[in-house]
């Protein structure tokens, strides 16, 4: 069926190091792929996605690539802040249906 | 901006008991989901709905029912609250698409203890 994969965590950083969260999918069609955020407290808030493959999908210094031949969207990030502390998620959408399929999520903590 | 929100942020209720979670959202959206987040087990769907009046079983649909009387309007029941419910519970909504999926909303969840 479909599904998203995503690394375990939690993941705990140094400021400004480089992060890569990976992200793998098996989905019967044509998915669009997203990254979603959860800071401490809240709900879930869109970073950023992509509807097809090649496409790169960018926001706030983050970015992720939609690979069809890896079935892959990881994101990365260059320099990593204490305020990108929070919960990543996964996920993707059919273009039949509109529902979404998300990952474990991913905790991730930067420290000074 | 969209704006998805649930009636309570904090809930605490006892087994047994008949609870009501309610959500709204104020962007005209066809579809609104249910979910329940766990650590480790990341989000899932409970219930779903296209439409007023329509609902669809998600993953865990077990112990829940769904009501959707006014197109804003999505709410959660659980008829008869038990201990394994105490969970995170995040409401969403979404734009009806055709071609690439729309981005889903989300309200700020309700934490629900049940003692």
């Known amino acids: 069926g479909d599904s998203v994969t995503q690394m375990e965590g939690p993941v705990t950083l140094s400021e400004e190091a480089f992060l890569t969260i990976n992200c793998t999918y098996t989905a019967t069609g044509y998915p669009s792929l997203f990254w979603y955020v959860q800071y401490p407290g809240e709900g879930l808030q869109l970073l950023l996605k992509a509807t097809k493959a090649d496409d790169k999908g960018s926001n706030k210094g983050f970015e992720a690539t939609y690979r069809k031949e890896t079935t892959s969207f990881h994101l990365e990030k260059g320099s990593v802040q204490v305020s990108d502390s929070a919960v990543y998620f996964c996920a993707l959408s059919l273009n039949t249906g509109n529902q979404f399929y998300f990952g474990t999520g991913t905790s991730l903590t930067v420290i000074p | 901006d969209v704006k998805v929100t649930q009636s309570s942020r904090y809930l605490v209720k006892r087994t047994g008991e008949k609870v009501f979670l309610e959500c709204v959202q104020d962007?005209?959206?066809?579809?609104m989901f249910w979910y329940r987040q766990d650590p480790g087990l990341g989000l899932r769907l409970i219930y779903f709905?296209?439409?007023?009046?329509?609902?669809e079983k998600g993953d865990i649909p077990e112990g829940y029912s769904v009501s959707r009387e006014k197109k804003e309007r999505f709410s959660l029941i659980l008829e008869s609250a038990s201990t394994n419910q105490t969970s995170m519970y995040l409401c969403?909504?979404?734009?009806?698409?055709?071609?690439?999926?729309?981005?889903?909303?989300f309200g700020p969840g309700t934490r629900l203890t049940v003692l």
């Open positions: 969403a909504s979404s734009p009806h698409t055709s071609g690439a999926a729309g981005e889903q909303f």
């Open positions: 962007m005209d959206h066809e579809n």
């Open positions: 709905s296209y439409d007023v009046k329509m609902k």
